[in-house]
């Protein structure tokens, strides 16, 4: 979709084209720069870098070659009830962040490796149905157990703690401070203090914080490497202007035309483009990644208004709410009536637990079926796609008259 011709694809500035120009000349690496030689892992014994497999590389690998990462394919990003492959799963988004942001990265001299596998993982435990789905199953486990359930906290656990990958701190770290929804004019890195024995240490205290108490503490997390604060600005950079997109083909909007934008643009190839280089022209050289005044205003407008005219208008939420609502819940209690009976022929035992046996390397000291069973119950839930979450109600409650009518790619035919 055009966007306003009043509003341009911006350029570099021209006096930080040259400066960019003029360190590649002469190979001047950027001393902010996450090197791999730096990278900490839990078991440091295990996953040692060589030439052709450096730190972060393995890291990528891992989360690609985890079986749970084909899952992205059938995740809802924001329209669930949709048969059109040209609307947005969260495969395609996170392929998204990862190329926006190791673009910037480039640019700026960053460890573009630790880029993508932040990129990469940071919505793997992310809920079917998208973030309604996250606000469900988060009120069900908070009920049952006093703990906040959210997809970035998440997204760790399914890599360090229930597949134990073995992932490096940093790419941990920039999974779990990747969120979004919580936008910064600046970002500077937040180094982990004291030995680096007690990194970890630290890790796992802001995990067990988020865990208690939910979007306050992670509305303080900042990412302690600069690549993966771009990769935080970028899951927005990546998802304003494709809703949108989506948004046109789902019906729900026309156009561009309603959205405000004094720097930006209204579409996503001009917002993808005009973001990039405010970044770079307002970072490169730093040590923090920073927004202009000016496009910091226009980022949260633009994310106001999508908020406004799509994620809360009564085409996506009413039939989540009416229908998915209710489902998680009684989803929710007869898992955990299986794991509470300790069910080995139950669908959460043969689907969820022996995988996670047949998928996990080493398991340390305690293992995964003696997890506390609400958080079994909602690693299993997190974990499904959108038509497996369907299927297995369908499954369990036959009779049940709560039934998703989705959208055909022919309901524009008379």
């Given at each position: 979709?055009?966007?306003?011709g009043?509003?341009?694809?911006?350029?570099?500035?021209?006096?930080?084209?040259?400066?960019?120009e003029?360190?590649?000349?002469?190979?001047?690496?950027?001393?902010?720069?996450?090197?791999?030689?730096?990278?900490?892992?839990?078991?440091?014994?295990?996953?040692?870098?060589?030439?052709?497999?450096?730190?972060?590389?393995?890291?990528?690998?891992k989360?690609?070659?985890?079986?749970?990462?084909n899952?992205?394919?059938?995740?809802?990003?924001?329209?669930?009830?949709?048969?059109?492959?040209?609307?947005?799963?969260?495969?395609?988004?996170?392929?998204?962040?990862?190329?926006?942001?190791?673009s910037?990265?480039?640019?700026?001299?960053?460890?573009?490796?630790?880029?993508?596998?932040?990129?990469?993982?940071?919505d793997?435990?992310?809920?079917?149905?998208?973030h309604a789905?996250?606000?469900f199953?988060?009120?069900?486990?908070?009920?049952?157990?006093?703990?906040?359930?959210?997809?970035?906290?998440?997204?760790?656990?399914?890599?360090d703690?229930?597949f134990?990958?073995?992932m490096?701190?940093?790419?941990?770290?920039?999974i779990i401070?990747?969120?979004?929804?919580?936008?910064?004019?600046?970002?500077?890195?937040?180094?982990y203090?004291?030995?680096?024995s007690?990194?970890?240490?630290?890790?796992?205290?802001?995990?067990?914080?988020?865990?208690?108490?939910?979007?306050?503490?992670?509305?303080?997390?900042?990412?302690?490497?600069?690549?993966?604060?771009?990769?935080r600005?970028?899951?927005?950079?990546?998802?304003?202007?494709k809703?949108?997109?989506?948004?046109?083909?789902?019906?729900?909007?026309?156009?561009?035309?309603?959205?405000?934008?004094?720097?930006?643009?209204?579409?996503?190839?001009?917002?993808?483009?005009?973001?990039?280089?405010?970044?770079?022209?307002?970072?490169?050289?730093?040590?923090?990644?920073?927004?202009?005044?000016?496009?910091?205003?226009?980022?949260k407008?633009?994310?106001?208004?999508?908020?406004?005219?799509?994620y809360?208008?009564?085409?996506?939420?009413?039939?989540?709410?009416?229908?998915?609502k209710?489902?998680?819940?009684?989803?929710?209690?007869?898992?955990?009536?299986?794991?509470?009976?300790?069910?080995?022929?139950?669908?959460?035992?043969?689907?969820?637990?022996?995988?996670?046996?047949?998928?996990?390397?080493?398991?340390?000291?305690?293992?995964?079926?003696?997890?506390?069973?609400?958080?079994?119950?909602?690693?299993?839930?997190?974990?499904?796609?959108?038509?497996y979450?369907?299927?297995?109600?369908t499954?369990?409650?036959?009779?049940?008259?709560?039934?998703?009518?989705?959208k055909?790619?022919?309901?524009?035919?008379?």
């Amino acid at each position: 979709m055009a966007d306003s011709g009043k509003r341009l694809y911006k350029k570099l500035l021209p006096e930080i084209q040259e400066q960019i120009e003029d360190d590649r000349a002469h190979c001047r690496v950027n001393p902010y720069r996450c090197d791999d030689s730096i990278a900490v892992r839990r078991n440091p014994d295990r996953d040692r870098s060589n030439l052709w497999r450096p730190a972060f590389v393995r890291d990528t690998e891992k989360i690609l070659h985890l079986p749970v990462y084909n899952r992205y394919a059938d995740k809802t990003q924001v329209f669930s009830f949709y048969k059109n492959d040209d609307i947005t799963r969260r495969a395609l988004h996170v392929q998204l962040v990862s190329r926006i942001a190791r673009s910037i990265g480039s640019v700026l001299g960053l460890n573009t490796d630790l880029i993508e596998a932040a990129s990469l993982g940071h919505d793997i435990g992310h809920t079917p149905f998208g973030h309604a789905g996250e606000r469900f199953l988060s009120d069900l486990l908070h009920n049952e157990t006093g703990i906040y359930f959210n997809h970035n906290i998440h997204s760790a656990r399914v890599l360090d703690t229930i597949f134990k990958r073995n992932m490096t701190l940093q790419s941990l770290d920039g999974i779990i401070c990747h969120n979004g929804e919580f936008e910064l004019q600046e970002y500077r890195p937040r180094a982990y203090s004291g030995p680096e024995s007690s990194w970890f240490e630290q890790f796992d205290a802001y995990m067990d914080d988020c865990d208690r108490n939910g979007e306050e503490a992670i509305k303080k997390l900042v990412p302690c490497t600069l690549e993966t604060c771009v990769v935080r600005v970028c899951d927005m950079i990546a998802y304003i202007g494709k809703d949108r997109q989506d948004a046109m083909t789902a019906h729900i909007i026309d156009d561009c035309s309603d959205f405000s934008s004094d720097e930006i643009g209204t579409a996503n190839a001009m917002i993808i483009n005009n973001l990039t280089v405010d970044i770079i022209n307002n970072s490169y050289g730093k040590d923090y990644i920073k927004l202009s005044p000016e496009y910091f205003n226009d980022l949260k407008t633009a994310k106001k208004e999508n908020y406004q005219k799509i994620y809360k208008t009564p085409a996506i939420e009413d039939e989540i709410n009416t229908i998915i609502k209710p489902m998680f819940s009684q989803l929710y209690y007869r898992l955990l009536d299986d794991m509470t009976k300790q069910d080995e022929s139950s669908i959460i035992w043969k689907h969820h637990i022996n995988y996670v046996h047949q998928n996990t390397f080493w398991y340390g000291d305690v293992p995964y079926e003696k997890t506390e069973p609400n958080r079994i119950v909602a690693d299993y839930i997190a974990s499904m796609t959108d038509d497996y979450f369907i299927d297995l109600f369908t499954l369990l409650f036959p009779d049940s008259k709560l039934r998703v009518e989705y959208k055909s790619y022919f309901e524009d035919i008379e």
